[in-house]
């Protein structure tokens, strides 16, 4: 399997992984709030945060793009991040973006995408080879397009979650879920030449204006994983359609207090707590090494203990 190092160099090599920077997702703004599960989301899970309890709630807002000054009109995926307190002082991550699916069913392939993406007058080639020996990819095309849509605000997009988790109940049943961030403004997005006209900033500065009238909201959808839906496989859709709204995220102020100094905050999917498991995903336990690869490109040291085991 290909190493974080050899990751973070692709993703420099498509300009991204900046040194003082998140290797993706580099432009981004921490917001503070709270989290509310609701009623039906204990019968899921005996998770703590999800026996109806408000809980803490530190989230990131950010362009996807790893270069740190990417105009926020440019098409590009949106992503939103979660840290959540628990009672007892820990911490557990959700991580979400605007895509539904992943590139890739292993984190081999996303690196070989990247280089694909190397900018150069071979690209096109280098492009067209990739979606020779990866098919499945070009199916995926139109939620990608989707995706990268610009929105007006980061307040009005859907997050999903891309890989699966084992929610397990104190009676002991258990099921596998996907994450569904639903903006309870509705979705609403901007045609290419209005993006264009707009402020490099504006999703930044828009949900600050929005946040001084009222908190943002979205709802906690969990999907159901059906008969046949792979739980090891983020580039595949499922197809079961159960889901439960598990939660309400709202998002109250912009956060002043973490990232300063030596502050690190990192948002890894794998930081799970009691009741939740990850799935054998490759490309979901990959993720917690490259973001230990990440935290030294931008801080130039180790990431600390509190890293979850792989």
Do not use: C
């Not at 981004?28 to 703590?48: E, N, Q, V």
């Not at 008969?227 to 309400?248: F, L, Q, Y």
Request: charged fraction near 20%; aromatic fraction near 8%.
């Amino acid at each position: 399997m290909v190493s974080p190092d050899e990751a973070i160099e692709a993703i420099r090599g498509t300009g991204g992984a900046q040194p003082g920077n998140r290797a993706l997702h580099a432009k981004g703004t921490l917001y503070s709030g709270r989290f509310t599960a609701s009623p039906a989301a204990a019968g899921l899970s005996r998770a703590k945060h999800l026996d109806g309890s408000a809980v803490p709630a530190l989230f990131r807002f950010s362009n996807g793009s790893g270069n740190p000054a990417q105009p926020d009109g440019q098409p590009g995926v949106r992503g939103l991040a979660v840290k959540l307190t628990l009672p007892d002082g820990s911490t557990t991550d959700v991580s979400t973006q605007t895509a539904r699916l992943f590139v890739s069913s292993t984190p081999d392939g996303f690196v070989d995408l990247l280089k694909a993406m190397r900018p150069g007058p071979t690209m096109p080639v280098r492009m067209g080879a990739y979606f020779l020996t990866h098919p499945r990819l070009v199916g995926a095309l139109p939620i990608l397009r989707d995706a990268n849509r610009v929105p007006a605000s980061y307040a009005t997009v859907s997050y999903h979650g891309l890989h699966a988790f084992r929610w397990t109940a104190a009676d002991g049943s258990s099921r596998f879920v996907r994450y569904h961030l639903r903006p309870v403004a509705g979705e609403e997005f901007l045609s290419a030449s209005a993006a264009r006209r707009k402020d490099p900033d504006f999703l930044h500065h828009e949900l600050n204006h929005r946040l001084t009238a009222a908190p943002v909201r979205f709802d906690f959808v969990v999907q159901i994983a059906g008969p046949g839906d792979s739980t090891v496989d983020p580039s595949a859709a499922w197809r079961g359609t159960e889901t439960v709204i598990a939660g309400n995220f709202e998002v109250t102020k912009i956060d002043t207090e973490r990232e300063h100094g030596d502050d690190i905050v990192v948002f890894d999917p794998m930081r799970v707590t009691d009741g939740i498991e990850p799935s054998d995903d490759p490309v979901l336990r990959f993720r917690s090494s490259a973001y230990s690869a990440s935290v030294k490109l931008r801080t130039g040291v180790d990431r600390g203990p509190e890293a979850p085991a792989l």
